[in-house]
């Protein structure tokens, strides 16, 4: 009977003989999940497992996508509350959904304490089983709905908005930087609105009401709203596509580094994995890596590098070179944190989630004694060492020393060696350029040499035969 159920996303509810709900749950594909359940080998923990004996039959709610049936679910679980979901009721374990509706610019956050005072008057949706599974939609969702996640406080009408630098995330078209006034009050609403309706309705309800609602906007002649609503009709048509290389959506958009993108398999995953390394309560999204680099003691230069959701975005680096000294890394180190961060220090754009130096204390404690000079400090800095791999957090005395295949440990190794092979490049460049300056100079000295001769030469008049 599970076997039979449609290949789709869903919801599905385990009943007693009696009738009433014992679990609700979710699927990627209804029948594989539900199936698992009723095999004679089937192990769902200690606390699940003695459900296995009062399940008569089961419902199933067929969903259009992933998304709908994390919503569903959060819905199912918080009005009929199952006893097998009974974790659930626990506001301080399980996620919540929060869109910031009364100010000017509302934002989406995922929060454990939706009682926050920050979160008052605020749409709450929830709680969620899965935080992976939500912060996941809820990325995907913001590549369609453009919606900001920083907690920034956002005037309309401000006038430093005008001169902030939004973060990377405007960059790959993910928010539509409402703090660099980039996008008007009217327009960020609509927007925000149309998310929240998202929300609330199935996905064809939602289509068909947009594409009306830009057929309208394309009638009264304003094209820009009609275009914003096309792409976003394309972006929603798009969300069940699945890519092979591990994540969702139209790649063109972005402007990935081919040539390092095989060496994180799973980037949602490291990110997390980083996170509870660091003691991130939040997604690590935004994470940017600084190398120090020399040659032979001299034309010492330094790379910024960046990855986002876990995998690199080249419009994001960066060379420096350094001007101050030569061959002294704390120093280069000092000078570089201070050119790159001095306009986030200066509250005039955001930092990255998490900042990594390439190197040991020394080389940690350099950049923080720069991030000290700074009125804004970064929310995260760490080191990784090169020969032993161990992570040194800021005023810890232990580093952290994590297993070779640690998805955290691997994504740090991934970035830093890109920052490492970034710098290596500017290396190259550099050294291109004194090379064939050397020689188209050698040249030109050749030439005048022999101009200088051809002109004495000539320039000496014979004497008169006598």
């Not at 902030?164 to 960059?171: Q, V």
């Not at 078209?173 to 609509?190: E, F, K, M, T």
């Not at 009638?219 to 069940?240: N, S």
């Not at 986002?308 to 975005?313: E, T």
Request: net charge neutral; aromatic share 8%.
């Amino acid at each position: 009977m599970a076997r039979a159920l449609p290949e789709v996303p869903g919801v599905y509810l385990m009943k007693s003989a009696a009738g009433s709900v014992l679990y609700v749950g979710k699927a990627l594909r209804l029948p594989n999940r539900v199936s698992s359940y009723f095999i004679p080998s089937a192990d769902l923990g200690s606390r699940k497992q003695p459900m296995l004996d009062e399940v008569v039959t089961f419902d199933v709610i067929p969903c259009e996508g992933e998304w709908e049936a994390l919503l569903m679910e959060a819905r199912l679980i918080k009005d009929i509350h199952p006893p097998y979901n009974d974790r659930l009721l626990d506001d301080k374990t399980f996620p919540y959904l929060a869109v910031t509706t009364r100010e000017d610019f509302p934002g989406v956050f995922i929060t454990r304490n939706p009682t926050e005072p920050r979160f008052k008057g605020a749409r709450i949706f929830g709680p969620f089983v899965s935080p992976g599974a939500l912060r996941e939609a809820m990325n995907m969702l913001q590549r369609v709905f453009k919606y900001r996640t920083c907690e920034l406080e956002i005037i309309d009408g401000d006038p430093k908005n005008a001169r902030f630098r939004p973060c990377l995330l405007a960059a790959i078209h993910q928010c539509s930087a409402p703090c660099a006034a980039r996008i008007s009050r009217d327009a960020y609403r609509a927007d925000i609105d149309r998310f929240l309706r998202f929300l609330n309705s199935k996905r064809s309800a939602m289509l068909r009401e947009m594409r009306e609602e830009m057929e309208s906007a394309s009638a009264r002649l304003e094209f820009e709203r009609a275009a914003t609503l096309r792409d976003q009709i394309k972006a929603i048509e798009k969300l069940d596509e699945r890519e092979t290389r591990g994540w969702r959506g139209d790649e063109s958009e972005f402007d990935w580094q081919p040539e390092v993108t095989g060496i994180v398999q799973d980037p949602a995953a490291c990110a997390r994995s980083l996170a509870r390394v660091v003691g991130a309560d939040e997604t690590i999204r935004c994470l940017e890596a600084i190398d120090i680099a020399h040659l032979s003691g001299g034309e010492t230069v330094a790379s910024k590098v960046c990855f986002i959701d876990g995998r690199p975005f080249k419009e994001g680096y960066r060379r420096y070179r350094i001007q101050t000294v030569t061959n002294d890394d704390f120093s280069a180190m000092r000078e570089v944190v201070s050119r790159r961060y001095r306009d986030a220090g200066e509250g005039e754009e955001l930092y990255p989630d998490l900042i990594l130096i390439d190197g040991g204390v020394g080389q940690l404690n350099a950049a923080l004694e720069a991030f000290a000079q700074l009125r804004v400090q970064p929310p995260r800095v760490i080191a990784l060492s090169k020969k032993e791999e161990l992570i040194h957090l800021p005023n810890v005395a232990e580093p952290i020393r994590l297993g070779r295949e640690h998805l955290g440990l691997r994504l740090c190794q991934a970035i830093r060696d890109e920052a490492h092979r970034f710098a290596q490049h500017y290396h190259h460049l550099l050294r291109e350029k004194s090379t064939l300056g050397s020689a188209i100079a050698k040249r030109q000295s050749r030439a005048r040499t022999a101009s200088d001769k051809r002109s004495d030469g000539g320039s000496q008049e014979r004497e008169p035969d006598a």
